[in-house]
Nanobody, 123 residues
Framework: QIHLVESGGGLVQAGGSLSVSCAVS????????WGWFRQAPGKGREFVAS????????RYVESVKGRFTVSRDNADNTVHLQMTDLKPEDTAFYYC????????????????WGQGTQVTVSS
């Protein structure tokens, strides 16, 4: 099976920046889309950002537009989420995922998931 590993989580002050990354180990299934989702305490899993394999399309949830940037490096089978101007409401466990669909905002369209990394934004 495909193995995804997130890294780069941590604690940051509000207004600060942080990047999280996700790498695919072992084999992949060829071209795929990347998705980032997050889950905060007391909330369900929320779509954050996604990007197509070729980078033609990137999508963001409204609350992070202008602050977060998703990018990918297909040669290294990695995806990155650059987060700036972080807010306490961004605090969540962040998950990366890959799927065959075209970077949709729906978690059901993703086939493989990482175990997540914690991002905590203090006031």
């Amino acid at each position: 099976q495909i193995h995804l590993v997130e890294s780069g989580g941590g604690l940051v002050q509000a207004g600060g920046s942080l990047s999280v990354s996700c790498a695919v180990s072992e084999r992949t299934f060829g071209e795929y889309a990347w998705g980032w989702f997050r889950q905060a305490p007391g909330k369900g899993r929320e779509f954050v950002a996604s990007i197509t394999y070729g980078g033609e399309t990137a999508r963001y949830v409204e609350s992070v537009k202008g602050r977060f940037t998703v990018s990918r490096d297909n040669a290294d089978n990695t995806v990155h989420l650059q987060m700036t101007d972080l807010k306490p409401e961004d605090t969540a466990f962040y998950y990366c995922a890959v799927g065959r669909a075209a970077a949709t905002p729906f978690d059901v369209d993703y086939d493989y998931w990482g175990q997540g990394t914690q991002v905590t934004v203090s006031s």
